[in-house]
């Protein structure tokens, strides 16, 4: 503390001139903690995402047998030349460390290994499947989010009453129950028994998919024009997004819900009523910005409870996407595929919570500055 | 010549708290008042509901709390009102400085939008006027670089300068009564001093009646001009303050005298209050000071002793009354 | 009334504390009970059993005495065919028969003998592994526990899902190399949970007090650090039960768990997932993991009111 504040403090008038004395510049020093701290954050994820590779190197390394079985075709195996430029590239013969850093080399090209059962780059077999998860995945985070922090400060608000214990058995039963297993349920239901529903599939086999754009079908259908196929996605898109949300929200709103709570006991929110503000404006301002910081939390969770999510539903929707290329892969035991999705899959994570972290030193001034 | 009426006149109010086995009686037929101008102050021990009261005062207790009684303010009855009318009182009518500044302030918002936000409803002014008005509030309580202040975030202040833009965001509204809830007992003794004396001048320059809620007898005796002493959420006696520290009429506020470690000399032993203080729902039948009071009578624990008038501005709750200028020293 | 709801499957990223950890965890001393003053505002007095966490203890108590009389109770051999293909249920199997004409409520019952053992086994190896490493770098503190956390940071970088996959892949799937993959992926919020009440501990007053009344390390180890950190332990443990259960499930969904002709439940339910009108083969394995998951997941809110009062005021 300052001369200068602890004057302030006394409450006698500040020594000297104005200006130069004080609390320093504040908002300067903002933008200076700021880039400081993201800084800071990029550097532990490059170490987290360094880390990771090896992890996924080392359980290459772990298979039992000669990688040349586990990672060639059967036809592939038969061929030497193949063999042999496998073994060169990978530097199958070198010290394990030189095998490392081959391995890492080969990662930054984009070479995750070629898939035994499609015999593509797992590269461009995921390049191929990325757009349908994400078609997935958007709308169902999207929803969660919502759905999620409007029931959740909903439930702390109205705590111990029957809306809250009512929000809270159905989160409970939420996530006791199995995500493949519900994803059947529902297309049981709508599909089988209704038949208001398709039976997976991302569009009805009599219509063509529109001229790649995004990859997503619904956004390059309306780019090209095509609304009758734009709604035809959004029909197939309505069961898996509904299953994921579901999910996703029962694991969310408890956590909402409890940090809500937290907030709404803060002697600040009771201060901001003391002052005369309507309730609608303190909930608004006061309560959601100091939650706000858990709801970034919420969306690194939903982030990751999505990604869970997709592996085990894909496959029920047939639904072309990353979930389901990885169940392929672990059901036919297609090592490269596996270790390839679960490399992509951990960085895209660790890049979305070091977003996360970024957002959080945005938010809260206080965590910038520590 | 008639006494001009009170801007707050508090009558027989009774406050209950829910709680797991039923709702537990925390606020006892208390009467106070307080006149525009005036400060006044209320002592007592930690639960003797000093906090409660100034809640109540603005309806911010917690849910399935139950209130009775009247609180009339300005000359309008408070209890009973819808959320449209207490929003009207909060802020511009009554307004409330919290202990613990680090906790009233909201960690995310700028101290401008704390101090502007709620001016629009509470005094119409729109963002520009509000944002002078703020200047002007900070300069009140002598908070240097108002300017670069409004831009910045609590954390970044110490607790005294907290407390005061706490103060500042309070009078915001040109409230007619300020509650301050023991808002030196987190800061230092120096710091204390500052913040007494800036709501004393606040007090003077803006015709502002302050209800101070303390638990210490010394800034009760330098601040306020009249003082009510509770225990156990009932009050046990009020008058003048000098009247009631020097010349005491009841034996709690004695044993409080007493108790001070104020003016010890070696060799004299520390005179605590033996016993321990009254849980709501718990208390003992009669006077709730009876078990740990050294006068009691048989007849203390009769009936809950009334308050009397006994002269000079001044009540007292005991049927006892007892000699107590030895008992003090 | 009870309180019901159970913590989500909490990962939260590197540095942020974890907050399903945050919520096992308070100072105390044997098994989290809190001696308040007599009377004085915070002394929880302890509360019936509630209705749901006697029905969840019914449920669960069901399922082991159904697992452990397996071979009294179910109709069929859950092997052997004993019907013909994809029957519906009848009087003769309630629940239908499988693909290969087994009975499945002879499967169901006898998969119980199999995801209950095995969760309490993951649970148990991953606490006490877990646990361990989070109670020693909590103790020794700095190079130890900078690597601990890095370690764990690692771990939670993958989807649970995605790692499990991946071991189990890479060693073969079987039963035991399902366990030895739901601990790997599992161990790391044990260490988190432990290390940070290890953590409290040491800050603590009492520790400083009984170190300078002359208490040795590995004395205060024991008498100090120990019983604090079983609390939070055990609330984290029973939460995690019905995760582990989910997730074996999962594997198992996947093929890469016990092989078949093992009565997983999962196995049972990707069995039935192509032919949906035969829908008695998925959908009732379903719900048994459903009740197992639910009553394990209300159990371990029960323990949690019990060992930590004070987390109520916020949930």
């Known amino acids: 503390m300052t001369g200068a504040q602890a004057d302030a403090d006394a409450g006698r008038p500040p020594a000297g001139t104005p200006a130069a004395a004080g609390p320093a510049p504040v908002v300067r020093r903002h933008r200076r903690t700021l880039a400081r701290f993201i800084g800071r954050k990029v550097l532990i994820t490059l170490g987290l995402l360094l880390g990771v590779t090896v992890v996924t190197f080392l359980l290459v390394q772990l298979v039992p047998g000669d990688p040349t079985t586990t990672n060639l075709s059967e036809t592939a195996q038969k061929d030497p030349t193949i063999v042999a430029a496998f073994r060169a590239k990978w530097g199958l013969d070198k010290p394990l460390i030189v095998q490392y850093f081959t391995y890492l080399g080969n990662l930054v090209h984009g070479d995750l290994g070629v898939s035994q059962s499609t015999g593509d780059s797992v590269l461009s077999d995921l390049g191929k499947y990325v757009p349908a998860t994400l078609e997935l995945a958007i709308p169902a985070m999207l929803l969660s989010l919502v759905i999620s922090v409007a029931v959740g400060l909903w439930a702390a608000v109205r705590k111990d009453r029957a809306t809250d214990h009512g929000i809270r058995a159905g989160a409970l039963l939420g996530l006791s129950t199995p995500s493949f297993w519900l994803a059947i349920v529902v297309l049981y239901v709508f599909f089988y028994l209704l038949g208001i529903a398709p039976n997976g599939g991302r569009l009805s086999a009599k219509y063509a998919p529109p001229t790649h754009i995004t990859g997503l079908y619904t956004v390059d259908a309306l780019l090209t024009g095509r609304p009758v196929v734009f709604w035809d996605a959004v029909w197939h898109l309505a069961l898996p997004v509904l299953v994921l949300t579901c999910l996703t929200v029962s694991a969310l709103i408890r956590f909402v819900r409890s940090a809500m709570l937290e907030v709404l006991d803060q002697d600040y929110i009771k201060a901001a009523t003391a002052k005369g503000l309507p309730r609608r404006v303190v909930l608004r301002r006061h309560v959601l910005r100091a939650g706000l910081v858990q709801v970034v939390t919420v969306s690194g969770l939903a982030f990751a409870s999505l990604l869970s999510g997709t592996v085990l539903i894909e496959q029920i929707y047939s639904w072309p996407g990353v979930g389901q290329y990885a169940y392929r892969a672990a059901v036919n035991l297609d090592l490269p595929a596996i270790m390839g999705v679960g490399l992509f899959v951990a960085l895209v994570y660790t890049l979305v919570n070091l977003l996360v972290d970024v957002l959080y030193g945005v938010i809260d001034p206080r965590i910038r500055l520590s | ?329 | 009334m009870t309180e019901t709801g159970t913590d989500a499957e909490l990962r939260s990223p590197g540095q942020l504390s974890d907050p399903r950890a945050e919520r096992a965890l308070a100072p105390r001393r044997w098994l989290g009970l809190r001696k308040g003053r007599p009377g004085a505002e915070g002394a929880a007095p302890r509360r019936p059993l509630g209705v749901l966490t006697v029905a969840a203890m019914v449920i669960l108590l069901g399922w082991v005495v159904l697992a452990i009389a397996a071979p009294a109770i179910a109709p069929y051999d859950p092997l052997v065919q004993s019907g013909p293909y994809y029957a519906p249920p009848s009087g003769a199997h309630w629940f239908g028969t499988d693909q290969l004409g087994r009975d499945i409520l002879s499967r169901i019952i006898y998969g119980a003998r199999l995801s209950l053992p095995l969760a309490v086994v993951i649970v148990a190896l991953a606490l006490a592994i877990g646990g361990g490493l989070g109670l020693i770098a909590g103790y020794i503190g700095r190079g130890v526990d900078e690597a601990l956390m890095r370690l764990t940071d690692l771990v939670f970088a993958f989807p649970q899902i995605i790692l499990a996959m991946a071991v189990s892949a890479a060693f073969g799937p079987s039963t035991r190399n399902a366990v030895l993959a739901l601990v790997i992926v599992s161990w790391p919020i044990y260490a988190r949970v432990v290390r940070s009440a290890v953590l409290s501990i040491r800050s603590s007053d009492f520790l400083s007090a009984s170190r300078m009344l002359g208490v040795g390390p590995w004395q205060a180890l024991r008498r100090d650090v120990l019983p604090n950190s079983v609390g939070p332990s055990v609330v984290l443990a029973s939460l995690e039960l019905g995760n582990a259960v989910l997730l074996l499930a999962s594997l198992s969904f996947l093929g890469l768990g016990p092989r078949p002709p093992a009565p997983e439940w999962g196995a049972m339910i990707a069995a039935g997932s192509t032919d949906l009108s035969k829908w008695w083969v998925s959908i009732l394995p379903g719900v048994a993991i459903l009740s197992v998951v639910l009553a394990f997941n209300l159990l371990g809110d029960a323990v949690r009111d019990w060992l930590d009062p004070r987390s109520r005021r916020t949930r």
């Open chain 2, 1 to 329: 010549m008639t006494a001009p009426e009170p801007l707050l006149r508090i009558e027989n109010l009774a406050v209950s708290l829910p709680a797991p086995g039923g709702q537990v009686p925390v606020i006892h037929r208390m009467d106070l008042q307080v006149t525009a101008g005036e400060i006044v102050g209320i002592a007592g021990e930690s639960g003797s509901g000093k906090s409660l009261t100034a809640l109540t005062l603005l309806n911010l207790l917690p849910p399935g709390a139950r209130v009775t009684g009247s609180i009339r303010f300005a000359g309008r009855e408070l209890l009973g009102m819808d959320e449209r009318g207490w929003q009207q009182v909060r802020g511009s009518g009554i307004a409330m400085v919290f202990q613990d500044s680090s906790a009233a302030l909201h960690p995310m918002l700028t101290i401008g939008t704390q101090l502007t936000e709620h001016m629009r409803t509470g005094l119409g002014l729109d963002s520009r006027a509000a944002r002078e008005r703020a200047v002007e509030l900070l300069d009140q309580v002598r908070i240097p670089q108002a300017r670069r202040v409004l831009k910045a975030y609590p954390h970044q202040f110490s607790g005294g300068m907290r407390q005061r833009i706490a103060i500042a965001s309070a009078l915001a509204c040109r409230p007619r009564l300020l509650i301050a809830d023991e808002p030196t007992t987190a800061l230092d003794v120096t710091v204390q001093a500052g913040i007494l004396s800036l709501l004393d001048e606040l007090r003077t320059e803006n015709d502002l009646a302050v209800l101070f809620i303390t638990h210490d007898l010394g800034v009760l005796s330098s601040l306020t001009q009249r003082a009510y002493l509770f225990y156990a959420g009932r009050v046990m006696e009020s008058g003048a303050t000098t009247q009631v520290l020097t010349e005491p009429a009841h034996p709690y506020t004695a044993a409080l005298l007493a108790a001070r470690p104020h003016g010890l000399t070696s060799g004299r032993t520390l005179r605590a209050i033996p016993g321990v203080p009254v849980v709501p729902g718990q208390a003992p039948p009669g006077c709730p000071f009876e078990p740990r009071c050294a006068f009691a009578q048989p007849e203390c624990r009769a009936a809950v002793p009334a308050r009397v008038d006994i002269g000079g501005g001044r009540t007292l709750a005991c049927v006892v009354a007892p000699e107590l200028t030895e008992a003090v020293r």
